[in-house]
């Protein structure tokens, strides 16, 4: 087995056998994945994939950090401008084709969201006036604070494993990095984690939407040469993407639609993904694959 083949497998070990322990142990203390405070407790686990990163380029294939995009290249600041709002057009993609199809209405009120995240016995609070206005914007800047986090999944699938993977065909190691990340989910998801309703379709569905997210943000990686780009991103689709979809939909249409990794939300990435594919874009993985090869050498 050579170094690098070496190196994709101890990393998938180590990233999918410290995550999936660090995720089952707040299960086994029966906290739910339905209860607020499993979002915190499954944060350790997330960070999985960097620390599987740094002990593979570290100590297993000794290759050091140069070709892992730690600097910012903020020169490419619209690249990361892009990752950033792109969820917020996402959104409306969603919010439009729910309503055009028929699937259900979105409560641009957010009253029914309050009421659906109100505990039992509790008294729904008023919405604030205005609050919808100013929302895409709290949680746009909550997505930058919270980046470093993602950096925590990003460094280990877009930084290590989608570099690696079928280095001469970036397009199916995209999509194969994809699969993985989204099998890598399995054991939150089928707890009810994402899709409480239908976990088991909900898999299916996050998978595709996992592939799509790979493409995306592999693309983002390498047009910046920087992580912290991707991190940007998959920190927005969280914040951003994942809570807007929430407040709108809760309580109405089916998640499995509805969500921003739901199957509406396979229209806008998709376009995106498509067009990072059509455009050539991928071909930009190239040069820095060649030289991460010159760099082992």
Same mark, same amino acid.
């Given at each position: 087995?050579?170094?690098?083949?070496?190196?994709?497998?101890?990393?998938?070990?180590?990233?999918?056998?410290?995550?999936?322990?660090?995720?089952?142990?707040?299960?086994?203390?029966?906290?739910?994945?339905?209860?607020?405070?499993?979002?915190?407790?499954?944060?350790?686990?997330?960070?999985?994939?960097?620390?599987?990163?740094?002990?593979?380029?570290?100590?297993?294939?000794?290759?050091?950090?140069?070709?892992?995009?730690?600097?910012?290249?903020?020169?490419?600041?619209?690249?990361?401008?892009?990752?950033?709002?792109?969820?917020?057009?996402?959104?409306?993609?969603?919010?439009?084709?729910?309503?055009?199809?028929?699937?259900?209405?979105?409560?641009?009120?957010?009253?029914?969201?309050?009421?659906? &995240?109100?505990?039992?016995?509790? +008294?729904?609070?008023? /919405? *604030?006036? @205005?609050? $919808? #206005?100013?929302?895409?914007?709290?949680?746009?800047?909550s997505a930058l604070l919270v980046t470093?986090?993602?950096?925590?999944?990003?460094?280990g699938w877009r930084g290590y494993l989608?570099?690696?993977?079928?280095?001469?065909?970036?397009?199916?190691?995209?999509?194969?990095?994809?699969?993985?990340?989204?099998?890598?989910?399995?054991?939150?998801?089928?707890?009810?984690?994402?899709?409480?309703?239908?976990?088991?379709?909900?898999?299916?569905?996050?998978?595709?939407?996992?592939?799509?997210?790979?493409?995306?943000?592999?693309?983002?990686?390498?047009?910046?040469?920087?992580?912290?780009?991707?991190?940007?991103?998959?920190?927005?689709?969280?914040?951003?993407?994942?809570?807007?979809?929430?407040?709108?939909?809760?309580?109405?249409?089916?998640?499995? &639609?509805?969500?921003?990794?739901? +199957?509406?939300?396979? /229209? *806008?990435? @998709?376009? $995106? #993904?498509?067009?990072?594919?059509?455009?050539?874009?991928?071909?930009?993985?190239?040069?820095?694959?060649?030289?991460?090869?010159?760099?082992?050498?």
């Amino acid at each position: 087995m050579d170094s690098t083949n070496k190196g994709v497998v101890a990393f998938l070990l180590i990233a999918f056998g410290l995550a999936w322990t660090l995720w089952e142990i707040p299960l086994q203390l029966g906290l739910s994945a339905g209860n607020p405070l499993f979002q915190l407790a499954i944060l350790p686990g997330a960070l999985a994939p960097a620390v599987a990163a740094v002990i593979v380029r570290k100590w297993v294939t000794r290759e050091g950090f140069e070709d892992a995009g730690l600097r910012l290249n903020l020169h490419r600041w619209r690249v990361y401008l892009f990752g950033w709002t792109f969820p917020l057009v996402a959104v409306s993609a969603i919010v439009l084709l729910a309503m055009a199809l028929g699937i259900g209405e979105p409560d641009f009120s957010l009253e029914r969201a309050l009421e659906a &995240l109100t505990p039992e016995g509790s +008294v729904a609070p008023s /919405v *604030p006036a @205005g609050l $919808l #206005a100013v929302l895409p914007f709290q949680l746009m800047i909550s997505a930058l604070l919270v980046t470093p986090l993602l950096w925590g999944e990003e460094f280990g699938w877009r930084g290590y494993l989608q570099l690696r993977l079928l280095s001469h065909r970036p397009l199916l190691a995209s999509v194969v990095t994809g699969i993985i990340w989204g099998l890598w989910h399995l054991p939150i998801i089928l707890r009810g984690y994402n899709f409480p309703d239908q976990p088991l379709i909900g898999m299916l569905v996050f998978m595709v939407s996992a592939v799509l997210l790979s493409i995306i943000f592999g693309w983002l990686r390498v047009r910046t040469g920087s992580i912290w780009a991707a991190s940007l991103a998959h920190s927005a689709t969280n914040a951003v993407g994942g809570s807007l979809t929430l407040l709108l939909f809760i309580g109405g249409p089916s998640w499995i &639609l509805v969500s921003y990794v739901g +199957v509406l939300g396979w /229209v *806008p990435l @998709g376009a $995106l #993904a498509a067009w990072i594919v059509l455009a050539g874009e991928l071909d930009h993985v190239r040069p820095v694959l060649r030289a991460n090869r010159v760099t082992r050498r």
